[in-house]
C-alpha cells in the first residue's frame, strides 16, 4: 500500500513563496515518478510539475520559472517549490505516483494520490 502525505500549504501573500512537501510510504519512492497536480473551485485538476525517476522535470506554462519541482529519495519525498504566488495560485495541491512515465501531464497517468493541501494567496 502506497501512501502519500502532502504538507506546507497555508495563507500567503501574493508576491510569496512556499515549499509543499510530499512523502511516500510504502515502496520503494525512488522507481516512481512525481507529479503535482492542483484544483480550484469549480475548476478541472491540473497539471502543474512532474519528476522522473530520473529527476528529469517538466513545469506547466502557467508556473514555469516561479515554480520548481525536485526529489530526495533519501528522504522518500518531493518538493513543489513556489515563489512569486498570485492569487490565481489559490488552489488544493495534490501529489500524485506513477510507475510508468508515459503520461505525467495527465492525472490518469498516476497511480497514487495523496489528500491535498489548501494553498490560498491573497492580493
Known amino acids: 500500500q502506497v501512501q502519500l502525505v502532502e504538507s506546507g500549504g497555508g495563507l500567503v501573500q501574493a508576491g510569496g513563496s512556499l515549499r509543499l512537501s510530499c512523502t511516500v510510504s510504502g515502496q520503494t519512492f525512488s522507481r516512481y515518478n512525481m507529479g503535482w497536480f492542483r484544483q480550484a473551485p469549480r475548476k478541472e485538476r491540473e497539471f502543474v510539475a512532474a519528476?522522473?525517476?530520473?529527476?528529469?522535470?517538466w513545469h506547466s506554462d502557467s508556473v514555469k520559472g516561479r515554480f520548481t519541482i525536485s526529489r530526495d529519495n533519501a528522504k522518500n519525498t518531493t518538493y513543489l517549490r513556489m515563489n512569486s504566488l498570485k492569487p490565481e495560485d489559490t488552489a488544493v495541491y495534490y501529489c500524485?505516483?506513477?510507475?510508468?512515465?508515459?503520461?505525467?501531464?495527465?492525472?490518469?497517468?498516476?497511480?497514487?494520490w495523496g489528500q491535498g493541501t489548501q494553498v490560498t494567496v491573497s492580493s
Open positions: 500524485a505516483a506513477a510507475s510508468s512515465a508515459l503520461r505525467l501531464a495527465t492525472a490518469t497517468g498516476y497511480d497514487y
Open positions: 519528476i522522473n525517476w530520473s529527476s528529469a522535470t
